[in-house]
């Protein structure tokens, strides 16, 4: 990710230890974090702020209402409080928007695709998510249209992951959705090893996961998402202000089946769907 950052940035002329300092800070996931992250940045007196993820945004707009913010978030930016509108961002941040949220019925029909003879498919939500409620009715929508069986596990923290596992197995739910949702993305690795532990069909919204093992994804690109980042904070260093450059849509979309997770779950899938494919991992 840190590469796609620099090589936007480096599109703008700008390369690390040549001509600009990168100081780097990480949470790993433990959101509670990036309160203060934010404020030791600001004390620093940095020239502008590159935040990945909603509460990293947050985070760094709360600190700080002069030193530009520079976003990349799948939430809509107008709904979570970062921006004004996408036009006309106002103030000190703006950034850019993945579309990863609102292709629930996308997902769903892929997912039908790969594993046809599953009656009753689970989503794994996030409680504490804006914009969960809104991916479940959308899933429902699409289901409802299809005459697919729908089930919802909720998972807001790093305790229930096990138990919604569980739960999923009791229900004998043959195939999963991770909705679109940061924290679920930090956590990436040990979702994709519980729905290989479980043996769950499962679909994400990014690359990343199906990389890491799971059986597919579909959405925008990250890897965009965070060049395209890089190339805004190239344009703030050469003197652009946050307040005049619209928030980025990044509809970069990429479809990943992971052959090898595929064969050990025992699916065979179609030539057709892995011909619509952007890449196929073997």
Same mark, same amino acid.
């Given at each position: ?15 690390? #230890? ?20 934010? =404020? ?61 949220? #609102? ?5 769903? #029909? ?50 229930? %992951? ?21 924290? %679920? ?7 994709? !090893? ?21 059986? =597919? ?16 904070? #190239?344009?703030?260093? !050469? ?44």
């Amino acid at each position: 990710m840190a590469a796609a950052f620099r090589r936007g940035l480096g599109q703008t002329g700008y390369l690390e #230890g040549r001509n600009v300092a990168i100081e780097y800070r990480w949470a790993e996931g433990q959101f509670d974090r990036l309160a203060a992250m934010a =404020a030791d940045l600001v004390e620093r007196n940095v020239t502008v702020i590159a935040a990945f993820g909603p509460p990293a945004a947050l985070a760094a707009k709360a600190a700080t209402s002069t030193i530009p913010v520079i976003f990349v978030t799948g939430f809509d930016p107008v709904q979570a409080g970062l921006v004004a509108s996408l036009n006309r961002p106002g103030g000190n941040v703006t950034g850019v928007h993945l579309f990863l949220i #609102g292709l629930e019925g996308k997902r769903l #029909g892929l997912l039908r695709e790969l594993v046809p003879r599953a009656t009753l498919i689970g989503l794994l939500l996030n409680p504490r998510s804006p914009d969960s409620a809104g991916q479940l009715r959308a899933l429902q929508q699409a289901a409802r249209a299809v005459g697919q069986q729908i089930f919802a596990v909720e998972v807001g923290s790093d305790g229930e %992951f096990d138990t919604a596992f569980a739960a999923l197995m009791h229900h004998q739910v043959g195939a999963l959705i991770v909705a679109a949702d940061i924290f %679920f993305t930090s956590r990436r690795d040990r979702i994709v !090893k519980l729905a290989a532990r479980y043996a769950i069909p499962t679909i994400y919204e990014l690359r990343e996961y199906a990389v890491a093992g799971g059986l =597919a994804s579909y959405g925008t690109s990250l890897l965009d998402g965070y060049y395209q980042n890089g190339v805004y904070v #190239g344009r703030i260093l !050469k003197g652009a202000k946050a307040a005049d450059l619209p928030v980025m849509q990044s509809t970069k979309f990429e479809f990943v089946i992971n052959l090898k997770t595929a064969r050990t779950l025992g699916l065979e899938v179609p030539p057709a769907l892995s011909a619509t494919a952007d890449e196929v991992i073997e």
